[in-house]
């Protein structure tokens, strides 16, 4: 049973809108955050974090927003290029874990 | 970009044969993590190491091994690789560190194909 769910496998956007992307995790324990990018043929490639004490993150055009009572946290790009066109995961740790789950992913399409 | 690098990057190979994967780090982190990455099931932990001879178990390390004899290389092996091992498998290493900057530096990814 996936502890880190991301229930939309696939995702478009025209360029300049938002691109909004969701997790849900199911472990109570987790209580840091973070997403990943990834380009075909790479490694993914670190986005932004939020632990659990706060409920927003920004960073330039990327913010992540925590709602820990129904265990969900979502991703927004603003706006959204045709660069950010790759896969994004979304990971969860207990505590400053040095561990993590990953999620499935979800490929965004950002079309010119 | 974090110094980290995976050899081979690619490989084929047959059912029965032994296989090992290289990870090398030259940022001298304490972690370093082995994945396996498949389509609708993103990054599953293989196996991790917490330090020089010492590794654990992750979530699917059925058929792998792995050892680390220096603080800069992880190996992983498929002692006798399975079609089911088909996948791409992706490296990363972790600072010690408790605060924000808590995340995984993750190597270029080795694509293994098992015939």
């Known amino acids: 049973d996936q502890q880190v769910k991301q229930n939309s496998p696939s995702l478009s956007v025209q360029e300049g809108r938002i691109s909004i992307l969701n997790c849900d995790y199911t472990n109570s324990m987790f209580d840091y955050f973070l997403w990943y990018k990834k380009y075909p043929a790479e490694g993914p490639t670190f986005l932004i974090s939020?632990?659990?004490?706060?409920d927003k993150n920004e960073d330039g055009r990327f913010t992540v927003f925590l709602n820990k009572s129904a265990k969900h946290l979502s991703l927004h790009i603003v706006p959204s290029q045709p660069g950010d066109s790759a896969v994004y995961f979304c990971a969860a740790s207990a505590t400053y874990g040095q561990n993590f789950v990953f999620g499935p992913g979800t490929r965004l399409s950002v079309l010119p | 970009d974090a110094g980290i690098t995976q050899s081979p990057r690619h490989k084929v190979t047959e059912t029965g044969t032994p296989v090992t994967l290289r990870c090398h780090q030259t940022?001298?982190?304490?972690?370093m993590y082995w994945y396996r990455q498949d389509p609708g099931h993103g990054l599953r932990l293989i196996h991790y190491?917490?330090?020089?001879?010492?590794?654990d178990k992750g979530e699917v390390s059925d058929g792998y091994s792995v050892s680390r004899s220096k603080t800069e290389d992880f190996l992983l092996t498929l002692e006798s690789a399975t079609s089911s091992q088909t996948s791409v498998y992706f490296c990363?290493?972790?600072?010690?560190?408790?605060?924000?900057?808590?995340?995984?530096?993750f190597g270029p990814g080795t694509r293994l194909t098992v015939l």
């Open positions: 940022e001298n982190h304490r972690y």
């Open positions: 990363a290493i972790k600072g010690l560190t408790s605060g924000a900057d808590n995340e995984q530096f």
């Open positions: 939020i632990s659990s004490i706060k």
């Open positions: 190491s917490y330090g020089v001879k010492d590794t």
